[in-house]
């Protein structure tokens, strides 16, 4: 068995009179896990790092770019019993202005929604948690999280 990280996680939110709206994707239905709701996800192609995964996914999967970008101290991983590995999955959360959404092939609907319904939405127990993590960090002043920024501005200009 062999541990990998080729994965990223991105929960992309805005915010509406002061409370966090989280983006949700629906998975189309010729898609692996059919019809689930998810945040932006995506592999890591040879060359790229974990950001320009990030930057890149939520471009191809929603159309937008975010404003501000962070790691989020979190890391979600799951077992894959086809090829016998454990893949270890960076989480970042991702402020974005609000602007139309332009949904790839592999999402059918979107929807922004709150916390509390974020949570009812998200299948794997691991994504419900990231969004509580985020959520907690940007709405309580005296969190103890350090979420680190990420420098996106020259990322950003070479995606285009």
Not at 102 to 120: D, G, I, M
Not at 145 to 153: C, S
Request: aromatic content about 10%; proline content about 4%.
């Amino acid at each position: 068995m062999k541990i990998i990280s080729n994965m990223i996680e991105a929960h992309i939110f805005r915010t509406a009179k002061d409370e966090l709206e989280f983006l949700l994707l629906k998975r189309s239905a010729n898609q692996i896990y059919p019809c689930i709701w998810q945040m932006v996800s995506g592999k890591i192609k040879n060359g790229e790092n974990a950001i320009e995964t990030v930057l890149r996914e939520i471009k191809e999967e929603t159309g937008l770019l975010p404003k501000q970008l962070w790691a989020a101290p979190k890391i979600n991983s799951f077992y894959d019993s086809n090829d016998d590995n454990i893949t270890i999955i960076p989480v970042f959360a991702a402020l974005v202005d609000d602007k139309p959404v332009q949904l790839s092939s592999e999402h059918s609907e979107f929807k922004w929604v709150k916390l509390k319904k974020t949570q009812k939405l998200l299948a794997w127990p691991g994504q419900r948690e990231s969004v509580r993590i985020i959520a907690e960090y940007f709405q309580n002043e005296k969190s103890f999280l350090k979420f680190v920024e990420v420098d996106i501005k020259n990322l950003s200009r070479s995606l285009g």
